[in-house]
């Protein structure tokens, strides 16, 4: 459903059960292009005009608008396939990280970031975000922790050379540390 019309139906509901209704713009993520969010003041709920019961205004919230519609979250199939490839992706990632031993060498490659070196510390699943995660200490200080990550320790190593990846970012190698020269300057 587009937009203006999925907004629509939010005016009429709230209207209907006595919420005051405010159209705001804001600026959206395209250059130049503005969202049009829509606020429901729930403070008008107890108006005098506004004579209809809790059952006339919960039939007609946005949540029971999306349940008749089978939208989002009540939509069965859309969830089921969201988890059928969460599934997947998750078998995909312990595959990846199955392969990848701590003590090993490696290179880590994202996009729009230079290419960093660094030993593996930790391998598995972690609590800070789902998912398999590989902790690496880097030969130069561009990690953003000390191997610990709301106060959970998984590995240890200085401040700012510690850091998390996804195992696909990961190549494992004989990539031998370079010297920085950065034990010198401590």
């Known amino acids: 459903m587009p937009l203006h019309r999925a907004m629509k139906a939010v005016i009429r509901a709230g209207t209907r059960a006595?919420?005051?209704?405010?159209?705001?713009?804001?600026p959206g993520p395209a250059k130049g292009?503005?969202?049009?969010?829509?606020?429901?003041?729930?403070?008008?709920?107890?108006?005098?005009d506004a004579a209809l019961s809790s059952d006339a205004r919960s039939a007609?919230?946005?949540?029971?608008?999306?349940?008749?519609s089978k939208k989002g979250r009540f939509n069965e199939e859309e969830v089921a396939q969201k988890e059928a490839e969460q599934a997947q992706?998750?078998?995909?990632?312990?595959?990846?990280?199955?392969?990848?031993?701590?003590g090993a060498r490696c290179e880590v490659r994202m996009a729009g970031q230079p290419l960093k070196r660094g030993t593996v510390?930790?391998?598995g699943l972690a609590e800070f975000k789902p998912g398999y995660w590989i902790g690496i200490k880097y030969d130069e200080p561009l990690g953003k922790h000390d191997g610990s990550?709301?106060?959970?320790?998984?590995?240890?190593c200085q401040p700012k050379y510690g850091a998390f990846v996804k195992p696909q970012?990961?190549?494992?190698?004989?990539f031998p540390e370079e010297d920085y020269g950065l034990e010198d300057e401590m």
Do not use: W
Not at 18 to 26: E, K, P, S
Not at 89 to 102: C, R, S, W
């Open 169 to 174: 970012h990961i190549t494992v190698g004989d």
């Open 18 to 26: 006595g919420r005051g209704v405010q159209g705001v713009d804001a």
């Open 89 to 102: 992706k998750l078998a995909e990632e312990k595959a990846l990280a199955e392969a990848i031993t701590v």
């Open 33 to 48: 292009r503005h969202d049009t969010f829509c606020l429901v003041h729930n403070s008008l709920l107890h108006h005098p």
């Open 149 to 156: 990550v709301n106060g959970q320790r998984y590995f240890e």
């Open 121 to 123: 510390m930790y391998v």
């Open 60 to 68: 007609d919230s946005v949540r029971s608008f999306l349940k008749r």
